[in-house]
Every structure is written in structure tokens, then in C-alpha cells.
């Protein structure tokens, strides 16, 4: 991959009923070059909307990529990544870190009603995760609008050491650190 592709990397942090959300621009050299930041609800189902509002905002025709960190942000705020490939026309590309049995059963231990139907539709609608070797670390990946081996490639390609993207590691640093900042805290 040229060193001069760029991906969205989105991540969240929260405390409380809203999670901050940290958006930030890196070039597969490892240069940042741009941030931004917005909300959504702790236990919501605006995760979608939230994460398309940032790209629209960030309005970067040069970002070929968007990476996430989950499909279940600010607890159970399931992401439609469809909906965000076909909003932002750019290939949507969730990574997770650890091993799981999926959603289905906290959803339902969580949830009930068009609360439990609404997420349980949006996480069934999302493809499978695959899991894939980063460096000396294992990962999950599911990806809308490129292939596996195009998802694969881009994740390598945006991580030097670990197994975290380096948008996705400095976006939730990022989100922490304004989620202290708004709490006083720094």
C-alpha cells in the first residue's frame, strides 16, 4: 500500500450517557493528519448516524478508508456499516480485538422488545468477522465495500507493531483524552 493513503479511524470512549467519539485521519506512513470529534448515546442506536456525521464533517475526498473499533459501541450502540459505506461511499472496516461468541446472547440478556428486535436486525444485517494475524497479535475484522483481502491488506498496512491500526489507536486516545478534558479531569 503507498504510503500516502489515508483511513478514518473512529473510536469511543465513555462515562456516563453519552460516549465521546474521536475520528482521526492517518496516512498508512503513520502520519496524522487531522481529527475530529463528536457524541452519541451510551446504549443508544445512533452510532450510524453519529459515525456518518463525522465523516461528513471531516469532508476529506482523500480518505480512501474508515476503520472502526467494534460494531457495538457505547454499550450495545450496534453499527450499521452498510448504511455508512452507502452514506460515505467508502469501503467500512470494523476491528475487533478479542474473541467472542458475538452479540446474540448479551443482546437478548440486555435488551427486550423493538429495543432487543431494532439491534439484534442491525447486528444480523452485518457480515461475518474473520479473524486475521496482525504482527505477533489476532484480530477480527469484518468489512462493506472491499473484499477480505482487500480489508486484510489495509489493517496490516495500518499497523506497524501490535495489532492495533494506528487510526484506531490514536483515535481512542484521543477519546479519552476529551472525555477527561470534559470532565475536568485535565
Known amino acids: ?46 452510532v450510524t448516524d453519529s459515525i456518518i456525521d463525522l465523516a461528513e464533517r471531516l469532508d476529506r475526498e482523500d480518505v480512501r478508508y474508515v476503520l472502526v473499533s467494534g460494531i457495538a ?23 475487533t480485538f478479542e474473541e467472542s461468541d458475538g452479540l446474540r446472547n448479551s443482546l437478548e440478556a440486555e435488551f427486550s422488545g423493538d429495543e432487543l428486535d431494532r439491534r439484534r436486525d442491525i447486528y444480523r444485517g452485518q457480515p461475518a468477522r474473520r479473524e486475521l494475524a496482525v504482527n505477533d497479535q489476532t484480530v477480527f475484522v469484518r468489512c462493506v465495500g472491499a473484499d477480505e483481502r482487500e480489508a486484510h491488506d489495509v489493517v496490516r498496512a495500518f499497523t506497524p507493531e501490535g495489532g492495533r491500526p494506528e487510526p484506531l489507536r490514536v483515535a481512542r486516545m484521543a477519546a479519552r483524552a476529551a472525555d477527561e478534558w470534559q470532565a475536568g479531569e485535565i
Do not use: Q
Not at 12 to 39: K, Q
Open 73 to 95: 459501541l457505547a454499550w450495545y450502540n450496534v453499527l450499521d456499516m452498510h448504511r455508512v459505506r452507502d452514506a460515505i461511499d467508502r469501503p467500512v472496516i470494523s476491528v
Open 1 to 46: 500500500m503507498k504510503p500516502g493513503v489515508r483511513a478514518l479511524g473512529v473510536a469511543e470512549s465513555y462515562d456516563g450517557t453519552t460516549s465521546t467519539l474521536a475520528g482521526v485521519v492517518a496516512r498508512a506512513s503513520r502520519v496524522v493528519d487531522g481529527f475530529i470529534f463528536g457524541t452519541c448515546t451510551v446504549g443508544g442506536t445512533d
